[in-house]
């Protein structure tokens, strides 16, 4: 069986089976809903921004709230009485989002809004609801966070120095929150609203129709065959898994269930195969054309197109992966790791079939032609899931295939983009609710002001402050989220200090990042340790040295804005050279190996010369070259004297 087929297996099971058989039919027609709302919007035009907004959110809740009991089990006396509680929950999200599209005009058309005890009523409903709802799909890093920002905003009087602010009401602040276009309805909600929710639909289509199994097939018969075989599979097939769901915890969650145990199969510790899924897994959210959500947030708050975001991103992404790709092969000679046998591989004319291959190509190739051509990323991905679900139906009516089994297929498409959309519904939202926070009370300011006070307007400092920020906002938070907190707070310190504001996201995107792979908090290594039932921390200090490199983008993007296409093309060739001299020099650092073993204090200084190639100074970069030239060419003929000393 290959990979991408027990994929598949492990997604036969309808989500809804797993619910009472009283709440089912209700949960199909509001993930019908959902999903063909956002659909419909997508490809025919989207209501007014507050109501596509509502719309979006009161269905998105209702079914966090009765999905939700399906984690339950057994129901006894207080499941019972929680459940009840989730009914309760999912008819106010309802009733407090249809109150807004009521409202509508009155709330975008009045100058001065009179508000009434209802709105401050459901108003406050609402706010803790979404609290309640990112807790349950989240985890509390999130909702405590904003729990604090509306203490300090209610509170903030009573707080002396700095950090204090004149306080709002709480009138106020639910007006704010609730009758507004920057609380809870504001910019992040939209984008989860307009943009965010139909690439999560277009990528459970792509998987419902086949291209888990085609993806994972198309890995393996481009890296099966080397050193170090299942690591660099994992490696591929995370990058391609990962560009459509942009989260490392859910990519980790389901390639890792393959990936891992071959590795381990194939004689790999197993603090390594869980190292490297979780690194891999990391990057997919980074990796163009599609990427994750954070992405679309950047773009927003940028104010720039989307392919301007893509563009950026290519060679970062490509000197990860290359770092990742380079440090398993040293590992795999160092370890004498074992490929994958060529039965275990499948054939390149099964993988590449037109009729397999086909739909996909094509499908992907309507998304990229949609967007190139300057068509909106929303309308191209309209156009690609119709393209997508005609070709599966077609192929497999004149190919005789089940039609009955293909369009089961599609509606279990449908709820898992449902899913899909509300698990990153609340924590978008609830995310929106902190930021509104941040900038109505200046803590925003306040802490990119400390930055660059405490870096005393040192560049170099500043960074190494900013990553260090964003790596804590992030820590037990989904990556989109600790992107948005980072970006208010730390993107403008970086700006003040004359960086370039997409270079100021970019270095807080990729640091907020880390926090799946750094400890105390990271959860993509403990969702990678619980698969392959190793300790967690022996998995984070693995997935650090796989992934250098990325911890030393940052540092690239303000040093060699090269990197992100912000130069000559002489200047973007020489900085991609620099950066594959770099990768290497900390693959070969971090697993103190080449062709022979390293001793530690070379290895320490290998890996010292790698990171100071983001400097982009010519003589470090003329030194970074001649140090990987004598340890390549000293070890390759340390070996060759070797082999002819035998002889």
Known sequence: MSAGELLQEEDEENALDALPRLYRPLMWVLCMALVFFQIYTAGFGQLPPLSQRAVHVGLGLAIVFLGFVRFYGTMDTRQKFWRAGDVIFAALSAATTIYILTQETRITESFNLAVMPIDLILGSILTVIL??????????????????????????????GTWGHPGFDFQYLVEHLYLGTEGIWGTVTGLSANLIAIFIIFGAFLMAT?????????????????PGGAAKVATVSSALFGMLNGAAVANVASTGAFTIPAMKRLGYKSSFAGAVEATASSGGQITPPIMGAGAFVMAELLSVPYLDIVYAAVIPAFLFYACVWMSIDVEARREDMRSFDESELPTRAEVLAIGRIGPLVVTLAVLLISMFSGNTPTLAAFYAICTNVGLYLLIGLFHGKDVKQRILKLQKAVISAAFGITGILALLVTAQVALSLIGLTGSGIKLSEMIVSIGGGQLFVGVLLSMIVALILGMGMPTTAAYLLAAAVAAPALISLNVDPLVAHFVVFYSALLSALTPPVCTAVFTAAVIAKTDWWS???????????????????????????????????WSLVMGLVASLLLAIGGGRFYRQRISLPIALFLGAMGALVAANEWWMDAAAILVLAIVVIGQRRAVWLGKKAQT
């Open 210 to 226: 086949g291209a888990a199994q085609t993806f994972m097939d198309m890995a393996l018969i481009a890296a099966g065959r080397f």
């Open 131 to 160: 609290l309640i709802a990112a807790w349950r799909t989240t985890g509390p890093a999130l909702p405590i966070l904003a729990i604090i920002m509306l203490l300090y905003t209610l509170l903030g009087q009573h707080i002396p």
């Open 539 to 573: 998995v984070s200090l693995v997935s650090i040295r796989l992934a250098l490199m990325k911890y030393l983008m940052p540092l690239f993007f303000v040093f060699r804005p090269a990197v992100l296409l912000e130069a000559s093309a002489i200047e973007i060739v």
